[in-house]
């Protein structure tokens, strides 16, 4: 028997927290893009978390598995080309089309782990929630506004930059998940991504020149939001809801993301929601829902069969 928990208030408030974190960070991101370039940002946010998980590490005096160093190369580097995607699509197209399309990981995934893992088949259920959110995506890469028709091209660009990010998401998900990661420390896998995310973004920051860094009181603001709310604190706590619940119960909250980017993006930096945009985020976070629910949507139609 499993002895992780369902889902409790507690739970579904840290997630929701935790959502609404990882929402930001893509706007945030973009809100200092001037002072200091994404990618630079990811590198060092992501230099200075390896330390402090370093630390946690030391201090818990953990155990490390030792033998996963070839599926924690694997998964530090797929990390970083995550978020160096992430970090060039944000300096071509909006921070609401880079959330929603880069939280397009969990489709994936699904997809990936049908194709390694026979106990995750798909559903037909499921199949269609993957139909919808690549309807989705569809729909997000049309939605481009006449204001925007000047920068279409380099918009569409980094459009498909966002998406390339979600595939890498969700191959480092499968990677842990098929390998001996699985099993490991959490905070061992994390230190694994963010050593990863910090050697090669640093280096792709200098070798592309984007290693300038104008030390505005918001650039520092924002690194140090990211360092130790997004890439330490929020990691680790993720890790420990995995530990402490089930992660089909966890996994329902990742639609709650893409939401807050877009409504963040909107709000604080004055994007504008195109309606197709819009369109086709709602089939894209539909998407999403189904395929991480699936088995509770599935179980709540029988019921609904067997009462008539």
Same mark, same amino acid.
């Given at each position: 028997?499993?002895?992780?928990?369902?889902?409790?208030?507690?739970?579904?408030?840290?997630m929701t927290l935790l959502c609404l974190v990882w929402g930001m960070q893509q706007v945030v991101l973009k809100a200092v893009a001037n002072d200091i370039a994404p990618v630079l940002q990811i590198g060092l946010r992501s230099g200075i978390a390896a330390v402090l998980v370093g630390g946690v590490l030391f201090w818990r005096r953990?155990?490390?598995?030792?033998?996963?160093?070839?599926?924690?190369?694997?998964?530090?580097?797929?990390?970083?080309?995550?978020y160096l995607f992430v970090g060039q699509a944000l300096l071509l197209t909006s921070a609401g089309h880079t959330v929603v399309l880069l939280y397009t990981a969990p489709i994936f995934a699904a997809l990936g782990l049908?194709?390694?893992?026979?106990?995750?088949?798909?559903?037909?259920?499921?199949?269609?929630g993957i139909a919808l959110a690549f309807g989705g995506v569809a729909v997000t890469f049309l939605g481009k506004g006449d204001a925007e028709a000047a920068v279409r091209p380099l918009s569409l660009w980094g459009d498909l930059l966002a998406l390339l990010g979600g595939l890498a998401m969700g191959a480092t998900t499968v990677t842990i998940r098929m390998s001996r990661l699985s099993t490991?420390?959490? !905070?061992? &896998?994390? *230190?694994?991504? @963010?050593?990863?995310?910090? $050697?090669?973004?640093? /280096?792709?920051?200098?070798?592309?020149?984007?290693?300038?860094?104008?030390?505005?009181?918001?650039?520092?603001?924002?690194?140090?939001?990211?360092?130790?709310?997004v890439s330490f604190a929020s990691f680790l706590a993720w890790f420990w809801l995995l530990r402490t619940y089930l992660a089909s119960r966890l996994g329902v909250f990742s639609f709650l993301t893409p939401v807050f980017g877009v409504a963040l993006?909107?709000?604080?930096?004055?994007?504008?929601?195109?309606?197709?945009?819009? !369109?086709? &985020?709602? *089939?894209?976070? @539909?998407?999403?829902?189904? $395929?991480?629910?699936? /088995?509770?949507i599935g179980a709540a139609f029988a019921t609904m069969r067997g009462a008539r």
């Open positions: 028997m499993d002895p992780r928990l369902a889902l409790d208030t507690r739970a579904a408030g840290l953990e155990r490390l598995a030792w033998d996963t160093w070839r599926p924690g190369m694997v998964a530090g580097l797929l990390f970083a080309l995550e049908h194709w390694k893992v026979p106990t995750e088949r798909l559903s037909r259920l499921q199949w269609l490991a420390p959490a !905070a061992q &896998t994390l *230190l694994y991504q @963010l050593i990863g995310a910090a $050697v090669l973004l640093l /280096a792709g920051a200098f070798a592309t020149d984007q290693n300038a860094f104008v030390a505005t009181p918001r650039a520092v603001a924002s690194l140090a939001f990211q360092s130790l709310i993006g909107a709000v604080l930096l004055g994007e504008t929601l195109e309606p197709r945009f819009v !369109a086709g &985020t709602a *089939l894209v976070l @539909l998407g999403i829902l189904v $395929v991480s629910a699936h /088995a509770r």
